[in-house]
């Protein structure tokens, strides 16, 4: 067909000659192109072909689309009408691609958001339908809409399948008008079910989008749709590496702004670490041997986006330095390649050079695969090998001929592989191996007799022991209990008097002596554990509960990070006593808090977690601890008081509790007492102050009385206003006077690491405003270094005790207190002028941020963090092994130097 048939045959006569003849250009270059206005000849006229879309302007399309009144009569005009218009919407991005109108920014942007509105308008749209078909009370709350993949980034490409996952908002049983109980899972899934087939199907006018459901959790065989709490719990306990790599794209769809933020939190959780993840390479390394191993096939030869130089290795360059080093730079938690890669480059994570080098590629290439789709609207990625079909695609692309446009693909996928190579070569971060001894070669060493070891005192103890409790421990545990003495004494000799106190404890709870008899194979691994620290053979002798979590120990993956589950684990927990018994109460959650420390404890020695989580994970529970001591306080205030429902709801609303100190900062230890401030905000004239200080008495009584397994935490309340001679629970408008007119240097010191951690949202705001008014304050240098100075001083004349020899690591000079005391001067010195810095109540990050903000120099930063997490460790060791802090002052005196000099050039 020449022009003038085309113009003939579609009546186009008013074009301008221009238009009309890149019209016709593209009408031969595209089957897609050519068909939809083959068989839709209006569209000729009624699309501007020169502007580019707005984003409303599709919206409001889509909008009009769904309330149209035949929509609303009929379901049958639906389906056609959806194809229609994501069809229009493609075709003219195909003309303005190949005339080059469009950028691939703009064109993937487009895309994709016309399909997540799409998803939107058509999950709200059948809800609604499926509400009236049941008959139902009301219409049920959203469907969550999980979209992966580069629909989540939106960077979808011209015929890409979608990704998706379905998250149940909502598990409450759904009411008919008739009265009776309808399934929500049930009501979920047909949405689920009814909305794929709306959009997948391929009726006589195509499809709207191929919906790819297998990123669910446990994948295909599993529910179409998963429960909210279901799924975070999956991500905790059962998904694996490389779904937190599939993690990175996901973007959610639900109008509710807090459960969005609430469920975006979770997968960030999952898919970071406050750490580098430097453990995460071993993972990444299996998955690049896959790619490469896929790589070899033959038919990915032609293939731009899996074979050798494709987008995928792009992708995977970026994903790969987000996961290790986003869990300590927000900016790299991004679905975006773009935004990814301009972060890794401003962190210095990656060469500028390289990172614009990547991204050009992957334009280039990204341009490149959805002109081979526009060709006709195909979900492919394979150069074609016909003539016809080469030379339309490079027309599409913008080449004149496809002998330019492969040399072009030729030289970047070169250039691709390259760099692929070279980025992703990991083997100088190899992770420390662990060897052990193996069971069976021990076994053959001696028989496994009472007769045990030559060693005549370890022998006698032996002896002593089955001498008294033989008789009382049942046959079939005998041998187990020899297996360990025997193991121990060849692997660890030393603790085998530490294995007898404890087996002379558990010898009277027979249960889990049996523990032992189940789990012989993880003898040695027990062993290992109880060398980490006399704490750990302390708690398991005093608590033996704790010997099922010692034998069957969590790994890493397995010890929550998520403050959420970890609230709702307590819950689930207690559910289990009679609240209203205050003792079961208190015994149950001083149970909880030990599981949980020692889960923590074993992680953090055994090297699963850094010293950043475990600090995260015991504020965690503490806070969790907190919340529900609040509440058993509130209740027993009110359970013999006259106080309505409403005004009971609205004291619990009132109270306020800051978190200064380590608890503040996120920088909790397993040894850590809580430093609080409790303020109230009253909501009504008819609360009374007086009643905010016997909830908050009784709180304290409750936190610190000693019971059988032991006490919660020992609370300090001096930080308030007036400390010890100040109210208990001021207000919050007399404690914002008093930290603006009255508070002394070290106060606002102490706000830097404090934090709102019970709250209304109106209190948290007016505190977080509070605590960025003070902090922000223009301060004087010099008057602000002698304050801070002459405060060390008197805390180091009160409270450090030692000889010479010896290295107080918190308050020796050039111990950590010095680093806090450095980190609070930042923030106090530096927030007027980078509001940032005190964004974060822990000294690693105000560090970190002063670094980022180009204030500090990154050797001063590291050196700082460094031997900051350093004594820390050195410190969580030392309570391990039940000794003070304390040491020798050989053993931090390199540190402890280099923090001095830093020291002296801030303060002289």
């Known amino acids: ?110 895309i994709s958001l016309t399909a997540k509105e799409i ?35 939106n960077e979808l490409n011209f015929s890409s399948d979608i990704d998706l996952v379905f998250i149940q908002t909502n598990n409450l049983p759904l009411l008919r008008q008739s009265g009776s109980e309808y399934s929500p899972m049930r009501f979920y899934t047909e949405l689920g079910q009814r909305l794929i087939a709306l959009l997948n199907d391929v009726t006589i006018d195509g499809f709207v989008y191929r919906i790819d ?30 779904e937190r790599y599939a993690y990175i794209k996901a973007d959610i769809l639900h109008p509710n702004t807090h459960f969005t933020n609430d469920l975006k939190h979770n997968i960030h959780q999952f898919v970071y670490r406050h750490y580098h993840d430097y453990r995460m390479l071993n993972a990444i390394r299996d998955m690049k041997h896959k790619i490469v191993t896929e790589m070899k096939s033959s038919t990915l030869k032609n293939n731009i986006k899996l074979g050798r130089g494709g987008i995928r290795e792009i992708e995977f360059i970026c994903q790969c330095y987000q996961l290790v080093y986003g869990g300590q730079n927000i900016t790299l938690q991004t679905n975006q390649l773009a935004a990814a890669l301009d972060a890794l480059q401003k962190a210095d994570i990656l060469p500028a050079a390289q990172t614009t080098e990547l991204y050009a590629h992957y334009v280039f290439l990204r341009d490149v695969e959805n002109a081979l789709q526009m060709f006709d609207d195909q979900q492919t990625h394979q150069l074609p090998d016909t003539e016809f ?53 021990l076994e053959k060493a001696t028989d496994i007799t009472v007769k045990i070891n030559e060693d005549n005192a370890k022998q006698i103890e032996i002896d002593q022991f089955f001498l008294k409790y033989q008789s009382q421990i049942s046959e079939d545990v005998l041998p187990a209990i020899k297996h360990l003495l025997q193991l121990c004494l060849h692997t660890y000799p030393h603790l085998i008097k530490d294995i007898l106190v404890l087996l002379n404890n558990l010898s009277k709870r027979q249960t889990y002596l049996f523990l032992l008899l189940e789990h012989q194979a993880r003898h040695l691994d027990f062993l290992e554990l109880l060398n980490k620290g006399q704490r750990i053979i302390e708690m398991l002798t005093e608590h033996p509960f704790l010997l099922e979590r010692a034998l069957i120990y969590k790994a890493h993956d397995d010890v929550y990070l998520d403050i959420d589950y970890l609230r709702n684990s307590l819950r689930i927990y207690l559910q ?98 809580l430093d609080l401030v409790f303020v109230h905000d009253r909501m009504s004239t008819e609360l009374s102050p007086r009643l905010f200080v016997r909830a908050v008495q009784k709180f304290v009584h409750f936190m610190q009385i000693k019971t059988y397994h032991g006490t919660l935490y020992e609370i300090d309340l001096r930080l308030r206003p007036e400390g010890d001679n100040g109210f208990i629970v001021p207000s919050f408008d007399s404690y914002c006077h008093y930290l603006k007119t009255s508070a002394w240097t070290w ?33 004087d240098l010099e008057q602000l270094k002698k304050d801070i100075i002459d405060m060390r001083h008197r805390m180091r004349e009160h409270l450090l005790k030692v000889n010479a020899q010896e290295f107080d690591l918190k308050q020796s000079i050039g111990g950590m207190v010095d680093i806090e005391f450095i980190a609070q001067f930042f923030a106090l010195f530096y927030s007027h002028k980078v509001p940032f810095v005190c964004y974060y109540s822990d000294s690693i990050r105000i560090i970190q941020t002063m670094e980022s903000a180009r204030l500090i120099d990154i050797e001063t930063a590291n050196t700082l963090i460094e031997h900051y997490c350093y004594f820390r460790d050195l410190g969580f060791k030392r309570y391990l092994d039940k000794q003070p802090s304390i040491v020798p002052l050989s053993s931090c005196q390199h540190q402890a130097d280099e923090i001095s000099v830093i020291w002296h050039r801030l303060f002289f």
Not at 26 to 50: D, E, H
Not at 69 to 77: C, D, Y
Not at 216 to 228: I, K, M, Q, W
Not at 642 to 665: F, H, M, P, R, W
């Open 119 to 153: 998803l939107r308008q058509t999950e709200q749209y059948l809800r609604q339908q499926i509400t009236l078909e049941r008959k139902l009370h009301q219409t049920p709350d959203p469907l969550a809409i999980i979209t992966m993949g580069k629909l989540g980034g």
């Open 213 to 242: 459901m297998r990123l669910r959790p446990f994948g295909d065989g599993a529910p179409l749709v998963t429960e909210f709490e279901s799924f975070k719990h999956y991500l905790i306990h059962h998904a694996r590496d490389w």
């Open 1 to 110: 067909m020449n022009q003038q048939h085309f113009c003939d045959q579609f009546h186009l006569y008013d074009l301008q000659p221009d238009l009309l003849n890149k019209l016709f250009i593209t009408f031969n270059s595209s089957t897609f192109f050519a068909r939809f206005l083959s068989q839709n000849p209006k569209y000729f006229i009624n699309i501007n072909w020169l502007e580019v879309d707005t984003l409303e302007d599709i919206t409001h399309d889509i909008t009009a689309l769904f309330s149209a009144s035949e929509i609303n009569k009929t379901n049958e005009s639906l389906p056609k009408a959806l194809r229609l218009l994501r069809q229009r919407i493609h075709a003219k991005l195909v003309f303005q691609q190949q005339h080059q109108y469009i950028q691939f920014t703009q064109i993937a942007k487009i």
């Open 576 to 673: 289990a006593i009679d609240i209203q018994d205050i003792e079961d109460f208190l015994e149950s959650l001083r149970r909880f808090r030990l599981e949980q420390v020692f889960n923590i404890i074993v992680s953090e020695s055994r090297g699963h977690i850094s010293l950043m989580e475990s600090s995260d994970l015991f504020s965690h529970l503490a806070t969790v601890i907190i919340e529900a001591v609040l509440d058993g306080a509130w209740r027993e205030v009110f359970q013999y008081s006259d106080i309505t429902e409403n005004l009971q709801t609205l004291y619990k609303q009132s109270l306020g509790v800051i978190a200064y100190g380590k608890l503040g900062g996120l920088e909790l230890s397993v040894a850590s007492d």
């Open 747 to 779: 106060e606002h010191q102490a706000l830097t690491r404090a934090r709102m951690i019970y709250a209304s949202d109106d209190l948290t705001h007016k505190f977080n405003a509070l605590r960025s008014d003070v902090i922000y304050q223009k301060r």
């Open 389 to 441: 079909t080469q030379k339309n695609v490079a027309s599409l692309v913008g080449y004149d001929s496809w002998q330019t446009l492969t040399h072009k693909i030729e030289s970047t996928r070169a250039n691709v592989s390259s760099l692929f190579d070279e980025l992703t070569r990991f083997n100088t971060l190899t992770s420390n191996n662990t060897t052990t001894i193996p069971i069976a070669n």
